[in-house]
């Protein structure tokens, strides 16, 4: 008996005594977009976002999580400070949900509740799946961009997409097994519509729906004089959209297993 008491002691030494540990918490915070109509601030933030989470510690410098996240980005042309955007007008808001796998990598050993170090800064790099959905005010209505086809494609593109998420945070053990943990991270996603702008405008003369026609070239809503000449560069040239989260979240750690000796 003795000698099988030292074997498990042993053996909770080598993986760590509570080095499975599962998490599961709440987060929420601001969300932003850079892209066609936000071209030079990384920083912006234009909506909000909260979702679910729960994180895997493989150890106290690795661990794994899973999120699921709703948001909302935007930006509008009329804002800018540069007149060629100004000029071009266009906006939108788009409604995300966010289906990502992270994982975490910690600068120190963190075990919540079991640790020596309270808190450790971290970096992250995963993959996720992204649903959106563009859509434009115009003339007090809500319109989906998507299926009006603004800039004269054959078919809608589609309204889903892969994601790099990766960023970096510090984590912070408020009491116990109660964590808090504030996290700056960018997306990369694999599309250029999450604005529903990327091309070149259209012929007008090719849409059939009025307000798929409207919205294709928003240029001439105050003054009359439309700038959107058919093939003339409507978006930038740049291949993806990034779209960011700026979070807080708070997180009840359950110890997974333990040593009994």
């Known amino acids: 008996m003795p000698r099988l008491l030292a074997i498990l002691l042993l053996l909770c030494i080598a993986t760590g005594t509570y080095a499975q540990k599962w998490e599961f918490g709440v987060l929420a915070g601001g969300s932003g977009y850079q892209g066609d109509l936000n071209q030079r601030n990384p920083l912006n933030v234009s909506g909000v976002a909260a979702g679910l989470f729960t994180r895997y510690n493989f150890s106290g410098y690795a661990a794994a999580r899973f999120s699921i996240t ?8 009329s804002t800018s400070r ?5 000029d071009r007008n266009l906006s939108f808001i788009t409604p995300l949900t966010e289906v990502a796998l992270i994982g975490e990598l910690n600068f120190m050993e963190y075990l919540p509740g079991a640790g020596y170090n309270s808190f450790t800064p971290y970096i992250f790099l995963g993959i996720a799946s992204t649903s959106y959905n563009p859509q434009a005010n115009y003339n007090g209505q809500t319109y989906e961009l998507r299926p009006l086809r603004t800039e004269g494609q054959r078919i809608p593109y589609k309204g889903s997409t892969l994601a790099v998420p990766f960023g970096a945070g510090v984590k912070y053990n408020l009491l116990g097994k109660l964590s808090v943990t504030g996290e700056v991270g960018y997306r990369t996603a694999y599309t250029d519509r999450l604005d529903d702008v990327s091309g ?14 409207a919205l294709s070239d928003r ?5 009359g004089i439309y700038l ?16 960011m989260f700026f979070q807080i979240s708070l997180s009840y750690t359950f110890l997974s297993s333990k040593c009994y000796y």
């Not at 240029?219 to 003054?223: C, I, M, T």
């Not at 000449?229 to 978006?235: A, F, H, N, V, Y």
Request: hydrophobic share 25%; charged share 35%.
């Open 200 to 213: 070149l405008y259209a012929n007008k003369v090719s849409f059939t729906d009025p307000i798929a026609r």
């Open 219 to 223: 240029s001439g809503e105050r003054n």
């Open 70 to 77: 709703k948001a909302e980005i935007g930006a509008a042309d």
């Open 82 to 86: 540069f007149k060629q955007q100004r």
């Open 228 to 243: 959107g000449d058919p093939g003339t560069q409507r978006g930038d040239t740049r291949k993806h959209d990034t779209y």
